[in-house]
């Protein structure tokens, strides 16, 4: 079997009057990169790139698909690693990594059908029977409103069976004390609460915006400073009594590997469409283990990045072990993104507040591709 195409697809859907604001910037559409590996015996993969999808089309279109054409897709350890050294010299973080995430996720997705087994019984199996799902919202639609919206919309989760809700902070600290108090209020003490600021602080703000969240139970103070700053992390979370987690904006296991060697945060949160695919994710997952520092994975996209990230989440080693295990979190996107819920004929049902595995092929995804022609941007 040898891959005879790659197809990039870029689809994009604005908002309009649902478009919403987290600490760095509007969002005004859902823009997603796919990448589709087709074989020479008709098998074809998909994957998903995080990031600014028409560069990273060129990147994958000019660079990467030379290489790819006449390869056994079954060698991904092998692939990842020319299409990592192709441009090396040329930096070793950023898009080109995106990219190969998208790349590597297909071919994982692609191995998983040839073999006719789930991609998380490929790396490992499946360490728990079920994960823990964690509503991300609580953006803004509209700065410097009251909290009443956002109350409204974190009942709205726990009604809908959430037991964990992460919100966006980085509003200024103020108004961020404010926000926490009243979402900890309507939902009350048995939901688990965590705040990301994406990267909105120094490491001074972000030490004094933590200890005045401490009395509101926050399980976790998500990129409270520049993912660069990795000084900064350390400070914060030697003087932070919440646990301090980053790293959706690192990527590959080098950049992990600094973050981790100096203990700089709690929780590292490797997303596998940015930080080098499913191949790459394991790897930071081991280095995780090695310094005894929690992972969950990142999720942001389409339900391609799901999917990828439910069997990277489903695969994690129990790490440290015990008789009794942690629930795995696992981040579940809430803002507007027809790519999430309409793109795959298969979603991620959640049962009591849980999301079971289930036995389908590669990812287990049913891409629906006749209605994603109607989102497709030209080539
Ligand atoms: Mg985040």
Redo the contacts with the bound molecule.
Sequence with gaps: MRISRIETIVAQHHLGEDKFAYSQAWYNSRTILMVKVHTDVGHVGWGESFGPALANRAIIDHVFTPMLIGRDPLDTGVIWEELYNKLRDNGYKGMHIEAISAIDIALWDLKGKMLNLPVYKLIGGARRERVLPYATGLYRRQLGAGPEPLCAEATGYVEQGFRAIKMKIGFGPDDDVSMVKAIRRTIGSDILLMV?A?HAYTANEAIHLSRRLEEFDIFWF??PVPPEDIDGYAEVKARSRISIAGG?AELTSYGFHSLLEKRAVDIV?PDCCASGGISEFQKIATLASLHNIQCYP?VWGSAIAMKAGLHCALALPHYPGGLVQRPMLFEMDRTPNVFRERLCASGLPMKDGWIYPNEEPGLGLRVDEEWLEHYKLAD
């Design positions: 990301d994406n998500e990129e959706e949160q990142h």
